[in-house]
């Protein structure tokens, strides 16, 4: 197949000493990152994301590649070892990871858990690998309005599959979208939504509205909380390693049934949030012992994390696939390649295939890296979170303020930063979702680009997207996910799907006091 | 249930109407460059435009939502305590902003992990500041050397023929 030629040249291309060092410091930025609060991936990959600039791009990707799944280790970490997800998509996995380290097999947990995420991810990267080629085909066959069209579905499926108000997903995009447009028109070359404000005429830079959304606003709703890191103390031994990798293929069942579910969430701009949440709670609902889920049921740890980390790594193949990212972190990802002057698309296949399979083949390499590095130094990651927050935090927040001054050197760039952090602040406690957001803001031109081009082809009227099946395939589909939540609360299925969110506990409060030593 | 404190009502209505606040600037600033057809297509802004249009219908939606259905009347959004340490942390970091616009980040940085430290650890003084110290050099030896990327100065740094 022709495929496996092209990942072979792939590995070839990366199997260096240097980008095996790269994937070790990818990692291990990643897990420091995921394991501290207020720096998720979107964010940890935000702010490598500028130092990136004097890399090539080949080893720019996989170092920010292997920092996303080192994210989602630490993320795991912290939410079996304390209680407290250190990502959103890490929040199903303290239902029952948690409780089963509480039980005294924090190993037992955080083992199930990193092998069903490496299964995971690297299930998805199989898939990427046989679909990757038939997509960017398909994906040729596209002009401006399929590409539209293609970015309509996604804004739909956000707002039909998000548990918050349609109305409030609406407005998180809609916002991202007017940032996306503020400062020079590529078309025109004129200024647009400057308000005199020099400082704008570059726009408002994504990276700056993560750093500000996902980064202070988290921080903002964690001390509000006045939360405290009482942690399980974990001491890894080999033999419960290997024998906890024995005992896995008995959940083959919810491997593979998360697996599908996240490859599918992955693809949908649906992520892996609410791949972990949806498979934690069909594995619940199709167990023999649904009882035994919450309280350390090894089920419960596998089904959301393998969900989760196929998910993020399938929400790669649309990004790469047709230029269209499926979670915030694949948004930022995009964004990085495009500020290096790739365009992810197609025809990012056939002119950088050497870009392309380079990166599909360090995915199956970054995984086993991960998942290796990973359990050789949870302790010394855990073993941080003791630090009080009182230090942390504001390191935290000097990192990100320095973050932010890379982006363009800019000090208006801080005063972006503090409204991005009110509105993600605002935005988290009402229960607007923030990630559409950030898509949105990385997706804006290339939607708007795609609009106006259409709207110029078609002299006007909105009909071209109506005007062939493929476009019209599409935006059908689109419209579906838009109305879906009317016809399921007709059909009685709504309830389904608010039953499973509302097993989310509140965000970040420990379901026990405080007394965990 | 406690009544003291803002209530997420409220708060519900003040989101919505500053979403709907930005919506109107949008439109506005879009209206401004033009919202119309020019013989090469739409204008720059008619895609604003629309998009600005979406943001209020959202939030008078948004808005309705929560006043027609009485929403979220009981749940308590903030209270004394939250607030206190929702300030604590917040405002230190307005503070950094202002200072690392007039000082530099290193500064900035210096001051504002000392009196966080102080204000959130009530950590002895010369501890928050050793530590704010520490820390302003490790993030010089690791941007300025390592990552050769320089970072806003400001007059101290001048004064000492750092640029």
């Known amino acids: 197949m022709n495929n496996l030629s092209l990942l072979m040249d792939g590995f070839a291309t990366i199997l260096t000493w240097n980008h095996l060092m790269i994937m070790v410091i990818g990692v291990m930025l990643g897990m420091l990152v995921g394991v501290l609060p207020g720096l998720g991936a979107p964010n940890g990959v935000s702010l490598l994301l500028p130092l990136t600039f004097t890399m090539d791009p080949v080893s720019a990707i996989i ?25 959103p998509s890490s929040v199903a996995t303290t239902f029952d990871g948690y409780p089963m380290a509480r039980n005294g097999e924090a190993t037992r947990a955080l083992t199930l858990a990193f092998m069903s995420a490496g299964l995971g991810a690297l299930a998805g990267v199989v898939m990427i690998t046989l679909l990757a080629n038939w997509v960017a085909q398909f994906g040729l066959k596209f002009s401006s309005p399929e590409y539209f069209a293609v970015y309509f579905l996604a804004f739909c499926s956000f707002i039909g599959m998000s548990s918050s108000a349609p109305s409030k997903t609406l407005v998180s995009m809609m916002l991202g979208l007017a940032f996306a447009t503020v400062g020079m028109d590529s078309v025109s070359g004129g200024l647009r939504l400057t308000f005199g404000i020099p400082d704008l005429v570059k726009g408002i830079s994504f990276l700056v509205a993560v750093m500000g959304l996902f980064g202070i606003a988290e921080l903002m709703v964690t001390t509000e909380e006045g939360l405290s890191f009482k942690g399980i103390k974990s001491r890894i031994r080999i033999m419960d390693i290997l024998r906890t990798v024995a005992e896995l293929p008995r959940y083959w069942v919810s491997l593979v049934r998360s697996i599908l579910i996240g490859i599918w969430m992955g693809i949908t701009p649906a992520g892996p949030t609410a791949a972990s949440f949806m498979s934690h709670g069909i594995a619940k609902r199709f167990s023999k012992h649904p009882e035994r889920f919450g309280k350390g049921e090894p089920n419960g740890i596998v089904s959301p994390e393998a969900a989760d980390h196929s998910a993020g790594t399938s929400a790669l193949l649309p990004m790469l696939a047709l230029g269209v990212p499926g979670s915030a972190t694949a948004a930022v990802m995009m964004g990085g390649l495009m500020i290096w002057g790739l365009t992810p698309g197609p025809m990012l296949f056939i002119t950088r295939p050497d870009f392309v399979w380079g990166l599909i083949a360090s995915m199956y390499l970054g995984n086993v890296v991960a998942v290796i590095l990973v359990l050789a130094t949870v302790p010394l990651y855990a073993s941080i979170l003791r630090v009080p927050f009182a230090i942390i935090g504001p390191v935290i927040v000097a990192v990100i303020f320095t973050g932010v001054y890379q982006v363009a050197n800019s000090t208006f760039d801080f005063w972006l930063l503090l409204f991005f952090a009110l509105l993600g602040y605002l935005f988290k ?13 990385v997706l804006g031109h290339r939607a708007e680009e795609a609009f106006r081009q259409s709207m110029v082809m078609s002299d006007g009227s909105l009909t071209v997207f109506w005007s062939n099946s493929l476009v019209t395939t599409i935006m059908g589909l689109g419209v579906l996910m838009l109305v879906w939540p009317l016809i399921s609360k007709v059909v009685g299925l709504r309830g389904w799907r608010q039953r499973l969110h509302r097993q989310k506990p509140e965000n970040h409060k420990p379901s026990t006091p405080d007394s965990r030593a | 249930m406690t009544h003291n404190g803002i209530s997420r009502y409220s708060m519900e209505i003040a989101t919505a109407l500053l979403t709907g606040g930005i919506g109107v600037a949008i439109c506005y600033g879009a209206w401004q460059v033009g919202t119309g057809w020019t013989p090469s297509g739409p204008d720059s802004g008619y895609f604003p435009f ?3 249009v979406l943001v209020v219908a959202g939030s008078l939606v948004n808005l309705l939502r929560t006043i027609i259905g009485h929403r979220h009347k009981d749940e308590v959004f903030l209270d004394a305590a939250r607030l206190k340490s929702l300030a604590r942390f917040t405002l230190p970091i307005i503070g950094f902003a202002v200072i690392s616009l007039l000082l530099g980040l290193y500064v900035g940085t210096t001051l504002y992990v000392l009196f966080a430290m102080r204000l959130q650890g009530h950590y002895a003084w010369w501890r928050s500041l050793a530590s704010g110290i520490a820390i302003s050099v490790c993030f010089y030896l690791l941007f300025e050397l390592v990552f050769q990327v320089p970072l806003l100065k400001g007059p101290l740094e001048h004064a000492f023929g750092i640029y």
């Open chain 2, 50 to 52: 629309w998009i600005g």
């Open chain 1, 429 to 441: 406690k009402l229960d607007y979702p923030v990630a559409p957001l950030v898509l949105t803001m």
């Open chain 1, 63 to 87: 170092l920010l590649s292997c920092m996303y799944w080192g994210a989602l280790f630490g993320g795991s970490t912290t939410s079996i070892l304390f209680n407290i997800p250190g990502e």
